[in-house]
Each structure stands twice: as structure tokens, then as C-alpha cells.
């Protein structure tokens, strides 16, 4: 059957078309231009934030960010192992080891204590990721990261629009990222941002993302990377800025619908813990049996709906798999009992209706 129902859609309906028609009509294209600096400054005004420098990608966000910190050889960076695989490769990129901790089964974000007890002479750095749209536990974290003197780095690459206790994550730490990918809440197609209030940190991002390039046209100080955002991608994200709110307040709909249609089942959603806003990039779900979770899928599918397995641990990846080894239990549990459904805004509440009665038919039929 044709899928109806893709995990993600997206629809420009704010002045997406007219500003990249005004960078292709006044020829600046690349990465100059008015778009770029007026992107970043409504980011960092959106946020919270004092400053920010737009980048390509979000992974790229996050290698800037270590970058930026000086994190290196040698160095440890603990981050968490229910995420997806960008947080761990970035750390991996500076030649810094990752490691991991588990999860809390309750709201699915790393444990505060796991951290505690993966801090060893070499740690630098923790990176907290926001998963799937909720925030993680900030005051422990924040707390944590003090007292031991660590770096924290926040990849709210999944998280815009997520607040934690008053304040928009990304603002907790030392320096920030967020993703732009087609999927992601706002997109540029593909994009990111780096946010912080150390001015310095930011000129430092801001000198590496550009060559390493100084005053002196040529000269180059460091070792610096091409990271920049073009300005079609800073107007296309602009214009998505400019109706965040309309965004969001659907997607929070959506997900309300699908709670809604859960209510006294045995699925469980993804919670929103009490002092948080969930912004809900993807409306996530456990089934009760991992073994079911593949033949949902393929019956979903054969429904017209798609849907994702939640990520799978970082630890169990080829490329980590020696490095980390150790239990994570709750990271287990989560990754092989969850999807995520169709979470775009433009959902009618009887389309969530019909995927979640799809979902439950499923369940009722293969209950033992
Ligand atoms: C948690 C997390 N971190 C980092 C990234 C990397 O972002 P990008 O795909 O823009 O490189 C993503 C997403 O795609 C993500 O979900």
C-alpha cells in the first residue's frame, strides 16, 4: 500500500519561497550575505541565547562545538547512548573518546548518576542530548558538571522549541546545537546552529567554521574547516523562524491527539515531565513485547503509515563497540520497544486517530 502517512511532511507556507527568490535575484547564493546574520540573530533572540553562528549540518554544530572547547587526544566526553550516532561521531571526529552512559527509563535521557559514575581523570566534557523533544534533567546535570569542573555541551538538535523550567534548552551549558535536517522541527534542508553566551567561545567557533582564516586575507592561524551555512539555507530558515509558534503549536496537538487515543492502553508515550515543555520532534511510543515491534511496522506499513524504530544504543555500533563495553540496561529496553509515528503538523486529529486505532488493532490482535 502507498504510504499516506510518512513519518515526516513539510509544508512552506510563510516566506520561505520569497526570500530564496531574493538570494538567487541579488546573486548572493553562499555563505555571505543578509540572511545568514539575520538567521542567527532571531536564533539567538528565539533562544535566549546571547550569540550564535550558523553552520552546515548539525553534526558539524557539534564537532564546532567540541572544537570550540578545546576538547582533544586524550580526552573523554561522556555522552549518552540511547541518541543518534552524530553526538558520539562528532566527539570521535577530535580524536576525543565517547563515553557512554544509560538512560533514565522514565523520560528516556541520560541518567545524572550514570554520569557521576563514568567521570574519570580524562573527562572534559558531557554532552547531553534533548531526545525526540524532551528535556533532560538540567538542575542534576548542571550541578554535576560544576562541581567536577566539566565542560557542558547540550545537542538540541531534536529539541527547538523545548523548554526547561522557563528557559529554552541549548542554555544550560557552555555552547549548543541544533539541526536543521529536512525533518527536524525548522529545517534549512540541511543546516545547524551553534549557540552560547561566552562571546569568546563563539568568535573561536565562528574563526575554525571559516578556514582558520585571520585579518590578514590568506592567513590562516589554525586548523580550520568549511562549516558554513549558505544564505538560501539562512533565508529558508528564517522564514521557518518567523512561524515557530504556529509550528509548534500543532505539532503539541498532534501529540495530544495521540495521547488522547492511548489513554488506558498499554502503549506507552513518550511523557512530558512536569517543569518542561516537550516540543515533541517525533511523538514516540513503547509497545509492551520488543518482539512485536518489527511485525507493527510492516503492519503499519501495509496500513499506509511509516513510522521509525527508535535509535538503536550507540555502544552496540561497529565503530564503538570495543571501546564501550558495560550495561545499559534502560537504553536496551527503550531501543528495542520503541517507534516513532508520524509526527508532522499538518496531522488532522483523525489522522492520528487512525494511526493510533491502526496501532491498538494490531496490539488487540496479537495479544497472547
Ligand atoms: C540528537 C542528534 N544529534 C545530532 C544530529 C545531527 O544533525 P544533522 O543531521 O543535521 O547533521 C541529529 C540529527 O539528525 C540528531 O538527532
Redo the contacts with the bound molecule.
Keep these: 500500500m502507498e504510504i499516506k502517512y510518512p513519518i515526516y511532511n513539510r509544508s512552506f507556507t510563510g516566506n520561505e519561497k520569497k526570500y530564496v527568490l531574493d538570494c538567487i535575484d541579488s546573486t548572493w547564493i553562499s555563505s555571505r550575505g543578509s540572511y545568514i546574520e539575520k538567521f542567527e540573530h532571531k536564533f539567538a533572540e528565539y533562544t535566549g541565547a546571547t550569540h550564535a553562528t550558523a553552520v552546515n549540518?548539525?553534526?558539524?554544530a557539534?564537532h564546532l562545538a567540541l572544537m570550540a572547547l578545546g576538547i582533544g587526544y586524550g580526552d573523554e566526553v561522556i555522552v549518552p547512548d540511547f541518541?543518534?550516532i552524530?553526538?558520539a561521531n562528532a566527539v570521535k571526529y577530535t580524536h576525543a573518546t565517547p563515553v557512554f552512559a544509560d538512560a533514565l527509563s522514565h523520560n528516556w535521557q541520560i541518567d545524572p548518576a550514570e554520569i557521576k559514575r563514568k567521570i574519570t581523570a580524562r573527562t572534559k566534557a558531557v554532552i547531553v542530548?534533548h531526545?525526540y523533544g524532551a528535556a533532560c534533567n538540567m538542575d542534576e546535570i548542571v550541578s554535576i558538571c560544576k562541581e567536577h569542573k566539566l565542560y557542558l555541551i547540550e545537542?538540541c538538535?531534536?529539541a527547538i522549541g523545548t523548554i526547561y523550567k522557563g528557559k529554552h534548552v541549548g542554555t544550560f551549558g557552555d555552547i549548543s546545537?541544533f539541526?536543521?535536517?529536512g525533518n527536524k522541527t525548522i529545517t534549512t534542508g540541511?543546516?545547524?546552529m551553534v549557540i552560547s553566551d561566552s562571546k569568546e567561545l563563539i568568535e573561536k567557533a565562528f574563526h575554525i567554521k571559516n578556514q582558520g582564516v585571520t585579518s590578514k586575507v590568506y592567513w590562516h592561524d589554525v586548523l580550520g574547516y568549511n562549516l558554513r551555512m549558505t544564505n538560501i539555507c539562512a533565508a529558508i530558515g528564517l522564514a521557518q523562524l518567523e512561524h515557530i509558534d504556529e509550528i509548534l503549536a500543532n505539532k503539541l496537538r498532534v501529540a495530544n491527539a495521540y495521547r488522547e487515543a492511548f489513554r488506558d492502553s498499554a502503549v506507552e508515550m513518550h511523557k512530558q515531565e512536569e517543569g518542561t515543555l516537550h516540543s515533541y520532534w517525533m511523538v514516540s511510543i513503547l509497545i509492551e513485547k520488543a518482539d512485536l515491534r518489527e511485525p507493527l511496522a510492516r503492519y503499519m506499513r501495509e496500513h499506509g503509515i511509516d513510522s521509525r524504530p527508535l535509535f538503536y544504543p550507540c555502544h552496540i555500533m561497529p565503530v564503538y563497540a570495543e571501546t564501550n563495553d558495560g550495561d545499559f540496561p534502560v537504553t536496551d529496553q527503550l531501543s528495542y520497544r520503541g517507534l516513532n509515528l508520524p509526527s508532522f503538523p499538518e496531522l488532522t486529529n483523525e489522522d492520528v486517530k487512525y494511526i493510533a486505532g491502526t496501532i491498538l488493532d494490531f496490539l488487540k490482535d496479537n495479544a497472547e
Design positions: 549540518n548539525g553534526t558539524a557539534l541518541t543518534y552524530a553526538t542530548v531526545l545537542d538538535a531534536e546545537a539541526s536543521f535536517f540541511e543546516g545547524g
